[in-house]
């Protein structure tokens, strides 16, 4: 028969200060002790002294040697002297009788605290958590400007619909509430917003808010739920297009353009060599560009089609981005190439105002000046550098191969270059690799003929 524990005293435990395992003692008090040891952590001095109640599982194990031991669980009971003997005894009489009607505190406790983070959960609203997230992520935001346009959006398109929502109860349908009236009207601005619902909601998960997927992704069932892109395009077909430049018109554009140092000059020239939108110019960094591979990344998250794009550099380009280093230094306080007068991100207009600036000039001084030659409009940043970019190489898309003789580029080149979403198999096969030399290719004898003028080869 094993001998019983002395039974201990509140002086006795009181006193007890060399490391070791104390049973308490008493039939009432099986298996609970108190237990000394050293403090853990940097500068700690002195014991801790910790109440256990110490309990058989049932469960029989070997030992190293062969012989069978029972197995047996610890269960932390508080520390002491914060739990005084007397409750210290109730706490283990309380637990020995979930244990023997098979409730297994350690887990009881993990399901109260999911149920209590659960709770908490549903007490902070969408809005009350957007807005933690906007004032956690300000380090983040290029300027105070942006920072004030992030959260106003929410306020304006978010915040009606899900503002007093649980944050851990958002779901796909709820968004597909916020976005479907503006998914085909403000495609760019619903995109926007789904964005910024998304980062709320990755904030709040990795708060311990939300247990379920974000559904802001569109690799999810959001996707199937909204107007396809070519929907989109084809809803908006009832507005105009945005305003060109005729191709043969574009060299004198550029000798005109090239003659002016602006950063919005440098900027508008930059885009039309990309053929890129002129948002994604506006917000270009520093370490987006890679001079050794002459290539200009942009991450999914500035781009329109949400994924990333490898846009290959012309000589042209690259001579501008060396002109953009020397003028303004490597690295700038925002880290952006193209920049005002402050030192922030030139706003959307500045390249729109330079378009109509250079044909208030032209047309004062007698040439036909800039417009769209089927619509009579000013052409526009995103219509100079992309619309006739895209007309001209439908028209002159042909490069001479090692034989001598010509071939055209593939449309499909072209639409790469402009990031536009593939439609078919074939162009989903032509993009598994980009075609990004094919794109270099493109690119530079774009460049060559803004530069020169070269005719268009028949």
Known sequence: MPKEAKRLSDRRVAALKTPGFYPVGGDKSKGLALSVAPKRGKGAEGMARSWVLRVATGETRLSKSGKPFAVRRDFGLGSYPEVGLAEARERAAELRVQLRNGVDPVEKRKSER??????????????AVA?????????EFRNEKYAAQWLTTLETYAFPKLGK??????????????????????????????????????YATACGLRTAPNPADMRGGLRELLPKSGAVRKKAGGRRHHARIAVDAMPRFWADLTAKRT??????Q??????????????ARWEEIDFNARVWRLSADRMKADRLHLVPLSDAAIELLGTMKTKTGKETRTGLIFTNYHGAALSDMALSKMIKDMHAVAVKGGTPGYVDPDQGRIATPHGTARSSFKDWA???????????????????????????VNSDETRSAYARDELLEDRRELMQTWADYLQVGKPIPN
Request: glycine share 6%; charged share 30%; aromatic share 4%.
């Open 114 to 127: 999911a149920a209590m983070r659960a709770e908490s959960a549903k007490l902070r609203t969408f809005e």
């Open 131 to 139: 807005r933690e997230c906007h004032k956690v992520r300000q380090s």
């Open 165 to 202: 929502l649980s944050v851990g109860d958002i779901e796909t349908g709820h968004l597909v509430d916020v976005l479907r009236d503006i998914w085909t009207t403000k495609h760019e601005t619903a995109n926007n917003v789904r964005q910024r619902i998304g980062k709320v909601l990755d």
């Open 263 to 268: 950063s919005s000059a440098k900027a508008l």
């Open 270 to 283: 930059f885009t039309i060599l990309t053929a890129a939108r002129s948002g994604e110019v506006r917000g």
């Open 394 to 420: 439908r028209r002159s898309t042909s490069r001479v191969l090692a034989d001598g003789n010509r071939s055209s580029f593939p449309d499909e080149v072209s639409e790469l270059a402009l990031a536009h």
